[in-house]
């Protein structure tokens, strides 16, 4: 079975946004993910979002202001999946065109395929959320800021039962940040 990992940027208090929406605070450990990101990339096939997260890397990525990014060409590359129960389409620039699933069943049978690496999760904070709480994420790699928020967009379920994760792995980067991968408990 293929591995869904989920991936996000988070500050020290668990946001994944700010207040207003803002992802500034992901500067701060860009060139050190980055660099991560482009190992992990080769363990990769799929790019799993939501219909929000889509929109906006869609307005990037796939785009010529992406151009010297060094993730960009793999990503570009990858197999993109939409859960979306409104979206028709998933156009990705000059790329193939995203699959748009409509719900966890479609999510389950992605990762049943016979054949295929582990897939991504981007962003996507309520997909995370429901695809957590339905036991189909097999890793949190989380690239914690050096910076608080107090307030914002957290990535994680509130008021839900408690989830069991075991560490995988923390590395500290020069920038201040911090790398964290885990998998639920059994």
């Known amino acids: ?38 190992e992990l ?12 997260t889509y929109r906006l890397f869609a307005g990037y990525w796939p785009t010529d202001a992406s151009a010297d990014q060094p993730i960009a060409p793999k990503l570009n590359a990858l197999r993109l999946v939409v859960v979306s129960t409104r979206l028709e389409s998933a156009p990705w620039g000059s790329y193939e065109p995203g699959l748009v699933i409509r719900d966890l069943d479609a999510v389950r049978a992605l990762k ?12 996507s904070i309520t997909l995370f959320q429901s ?11 989380l690239r ?11 990535a994680f379920p509130s008021g839900e039962s ?14 201040g940040g911090v790398l964290v991968r885990y998998r639920p408990a059994s």
């Not at 989920?6 to 994944?16: H, K, N, P, R």
């Not at 500034?24 to 990101?37: P, T, V, Y």
């Not at 049943?112 to 962003?123: N, S, V």
């Open 144 to 154: 914690i800021c050096p910076i608080l928020l107090g307030a914002g967009t957290s």
């Open 112 to 123: 049943a395929e016979d054949t295929g690496k582990d897939i991504i999760l981007w962003g």
């Open 1 to 38: 079975m293929r591995r869904l990992i989920f991936q996000e940027y988070v500050t020290l208090d668990g946001y994944a946004a700010g207040p207003d929406g803002g992802l500034e605070f992901f500067d701060s450990i860009a060139d050190h993910a980055d660099d991560d990101n482009l």
């Open 131 to 141: 695809l957590l709480r339905a036991g189909l994420v097999d890793e949190v790699q």
């Open 162 to 175: 408690p989830v069991q994760l075991e560490l995988i792995e923390a590395r500290p980067w020069a920038s």
């Open 41 to 52: 990339l080769d363990s990769i096939d799929t790019m799993l979002l939501g219909a929000e």
